[in-house]
């Protein structure tokens, strides 16, 4: 079962605001810690906001 674009963007929503999942679904935790980890990867690349030319 894939998950609907409503709930993927529950998930997203909690993912991005700091939020607990609250569910013990195995297919919404892999979304959740997939979002969590691109956060942390942009992070610590420095892929912070839009990028604007100079």
Do not use: C, F, W
């Not at 993927?8 to 919404?28: C, F, V």
């Not at 979002?35 to 030319?53: A, C, T, Y």
């Amino acid at each position: 079962m894939t998950l609907s674009p409503h709930r993927q963007h529950k998930i997203y929503i909690a993912a991005t605001m700091g939020y607990g999942l609250g569910s013990e679904d195995p297919e919404e935790v892999a979304y959740y810690k997939q979002i969590k980890e691109e956060m942390k990867k942009d992070r610590e690349n420095g892929d912070l906001g839009v990028s604007r030319p100079e």
